[in-house]
Structure formats: structure tokens, C-alpha cells
């Protein structure tokens, strides 16, 4: 079931930065998910869904979790690749 076992793993994102440019790729700084979901516009997508009357409660608390500071939005990190 989802949710029942931990699939987190470390990720040494300067070894992947620097295997990525060697092959051509531009390396975006390393950054949270909370700001990543910022600049992609989830505040957009929350208010929408906060708006919803069909929406439950777990939609409505969703968006929140990732951005709440100390939460996931701090937690998991994004390294964005352009080719």
C-alpha cells in the first residue's frame, strides 16, 4: 500500500551536478521543493483548489504540506537540468 514503506534515499547532488554539466547540461542552483513549487505557481493552484466547494479537506491540506516551513517543502531538495 502507499505510504507503508520509506523510499527516501541520499542523493549527492554535487556529484550529479557536476556528472550533468560534463555532459552538456546547465545546472539550475540547487533548491527546496517549497521554493521550486513557489516559482511554478502551486500558491495559483492552492488558491484554486481552496476555492473548489467540491474539494475535500485533504486537497485543501495538501499544497499546504509541501510548502510549511520545517515540512516537506524544506526537507526534499530539486535540481532542475536544461539541455
Same mark, same amino acid.
Given at each position: 500500500?502507499?505510504?507503508?514503506?520509506?523510499? +527516501?534515499?541520499?542523493?549527492? =547532488? +554535487?556529484?550529479?551536478?557536476?556528472?550533468?554539466?560534463?555532459?552538456?547540461? /546547465?545546472?539550475?542552483?540547487? +533548491?527546496?521543493?517549497?521554493? =521550486?513549487?513557489?516559482?511554478?505557481?502551486?500558491?495559483?493552484? /492552492?488558491?484554486?483548489?481552496?476555492?473548489?466547494?467540491? /474539494? +475535500?479537506?485533504?486537497?485543501?491540506?495538501?499544497?499546504?504540506?509541501?510548502?510549511?516551513?520545517?515540512?516537506?517543502?524544506?526537507?526534499?531538495?530539486?535540481?532542475?537540468?536544461?539541455?
Amino acid at each position: 500500500m502507499p505510504g507503508e514503506q520509506d523510499i +527516501t534515499a541520499s542523493v549527492n =547532488f +554535487t556529484a550529479l551536478a557536476d556528472c550533468a554539466r560534463e555532459r552538456g547540461f /546547465a545546472v539550475e542552483p540547487l +533548491t527546496n521543493q517549497g521554493e =521550486f513549487l513557489r516559482r511554478a505557481g502551486i500558491a495559483d493552484i /492552492a488558491a484554486r483548489v481552496a476555492a473548489d466547494p467540491d /474539494a +475535500t479537506v485533504a486537497e485543501r491540506l495538501a499544497a499546504k504540506t509541501m510548502l510549511v516551513s520545517g515540512g516537506f517543502g524544506e526537507a526534499f531538495k530539486v535540481l532542475v537540468l536544461r539541455k
